[in-house]
């Protein structure tokens, strides 16, 4: 529903008068009124706009007003849709009813009371909608989007979201594997006034790059071999809410220029069409690599890197909020403990360990490593014991490594203490390794993805 009208109604009816006289009756209350004279175009409209109830006559030549209600059933079902009908079509009006319609008025209906039907549809998809939002928001209260931390690094990161929550500015959230972006991208978008809209993510790394375009625009029935039905793409989803990019490095050059469009226009196209739909959305972006030097490599476009990055959130690593780690322990603790009904603490040479650890997994590494020792715990505290062995420092490491380790293992302990050896420096990390930093850091991610057994 727009701000502006009461609701947009779509009309339809082959008989131009009888829109004619309707349109006027509903505008004159303060609708908006969109209107067609056969079915397929009532289709399309439905499709490509934001109706909030149809209006349709039964019976027309083509399709009729049947299979305008099977339609909206099959692709928009919240859409509530009002029959008119002739005294020959009544049995099927009656029909349509049983299987959801709205309601039916025999033709020339009593306006008065069509008025009153008409603002009871509008109402009934917009509690319909609201009831959704609502369920949504209940599963984030339970305090799926509350960020641990109080150090200054991450207090600053806190200030530039309330500053720029409500904005519709372009947000890019950086920084390393597992710090939280996704985390916080979640948290801006629900504690802004448009919580009620929705959340869309899209993982620009984990979609084959032939599906991506696809899963960003839609697609109509028939565009492509495959295309088997019309597809409703994630900014289309988006509509007045947050698309959330993740791992936007990952968009191939094409694509770059794709969304570059998008943002200036604000229209998208879906394949196979050449309509243009009109969308509206917050972009936030999420990347753990520096955008700036894949702008200077020419792998990322410059012209898109200033438009995602209109405000940046740069994620602290955990080894920069150390003072954090007590925090987020106790606290996943506590969730882990609750999760397998027990009750355990960690002695202070965990939390020591845990303090002095340089966590190039970050906050994720901790939480997997929280939750492993909690699943291992025997006793009523948590000794090092229950760490992952290549936490410890090397000569505790030796005397806890007593099992044959695959190679693979050897791989990850030999990066793990040349990496605590030159105090988290990655790029230094791979130099001395001899390996190039992309492989690197896709050890890292598999390494973290394996977690608890590859520790
Ligand atoms: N400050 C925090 N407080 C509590 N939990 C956090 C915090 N930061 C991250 N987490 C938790 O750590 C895990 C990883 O966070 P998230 O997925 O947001 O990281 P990410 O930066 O998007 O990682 P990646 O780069 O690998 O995609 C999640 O379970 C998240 O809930
Ligand atoms: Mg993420």
Not at 76 to 86: C, E, G, H, Q, S
Not at 166 to 191: F, P, W
Not at 395 to 406: E, F
Request: proline share 4%.
């Amino acid at each position: 529903m727009t701000g502006y009208s009461k609701g947009r109604i779509l009309i339809v009816d082959d008989e131009v008068n009888a829109i004619r006289v309707l349109s006027a009756i509903l505008s004159e209350e303060g609708y908006e009124v969109l209107t067609s004279t056969n079915v397929e175009y009532a289709s399309k409209v439905i499709n490509d706009d934001d109706i909030d109830a149809v209006i349709t006559d039964f019976k027309m030549p083509g399709r009729d007003g049947m299979r305008l209600f099977e339609y909206v059933c099959e692709i928009k079902p919240d859409i509530p849709v009002v029959f008119l009908t002739a005294y020959g079509t009544i049995e099927s009006a009656v029909a349509a009813m049983t299987r959801g319609a709205f309601y039916y008025f025999l033709k020339p209906p009593d306006y008065g009371k069509l008025k009153g039907i008409v603002a009871r549809a509008v109402e009934q998809r917009r509690l319909k909608r609201e009831i959704d939002l609502l369920k949504n928001r209940l599963g984030e209260e339970n305090g799926r989007y509350r960020i641990i931390g109080n150090t200054p690094a991450l207090r600053k990161t806190f200030e530039t979201m309330e500053a720029v929550k409500d904005s519709v500015s372009n947000v890019l959230v950086a920084g390393e594997t597992g710090t939280g972006k996704e985390l916080i991208a979640r948290a801006l978008h629900y504690r802004s006034l448009r919580s009620s809209m929705p959340f869309v993510a899209v993982n620009c790394a984990a979609i084959p790059k032939e599906l991506i375009e696809v899963e960003l625009f839609g697609c109509e029935k028939g565009a492509f071999t495959g295309a088997v039905s019309r597809r409703t793409g994630k900014f289309e989803e988006a509509a007045n809410g947050v698309i959330f990019l993740d791992e936007i490095s990952e968009l191939e050059v094409s694509l770059q220029a794709k969304l570059l469009r998008v943002l200036q226009e604000r229209e998208i196209e879906r394949i196979g069409s050449n309509k243009k739909i009109r969308v509206e959305f917050r972009l936030i972006s999420a990347t753990n690599r520096d955008l700036a030097e894949e702008v200077k490599k020419g792998r990322f476009r410059e012209d898109l890197y200033y438009r995602i990055n209109v405000v940046e959130i740069k994620v602290p690593p955990l080894r920069e909020r150390k003072d954090d780690i007590p925090l987020l322990a106790t606290s996943f603790l506590n969730e882990f403990c609750a999760e397998q009904r027990k009750m355990v603490t960690l002695s202070n040479e965990v939390m020591r360990t845990l303090q002095q650890y340089y966590w190039p997994g970050n906050i994720r590494q901790l939480r997997n490593v929280i939750e492993r020792a909690v699943v291992l715990a025997r006793g009523s505290q948590i000794g090092v014991r229950e760490l992952p062995g290549d936490m410890l420092p090397p000569r505790r490491q030796a005397a806890n490594n007593h099992s044959p380790k695959t190679l693979k293992e050897l791989e990850m302990q030999a990066i793990r203490e040349t990496l605590h050896k030159c105090k988290g420096n990655k790029s230094k990390t791979a130099k001395i390794l001899g390996i190039s930093r992309k492989a690197f850091y896709k050890r890292l991610r598999e390494a973290d993805a394996d977690q608890p057994d590859t520790y």
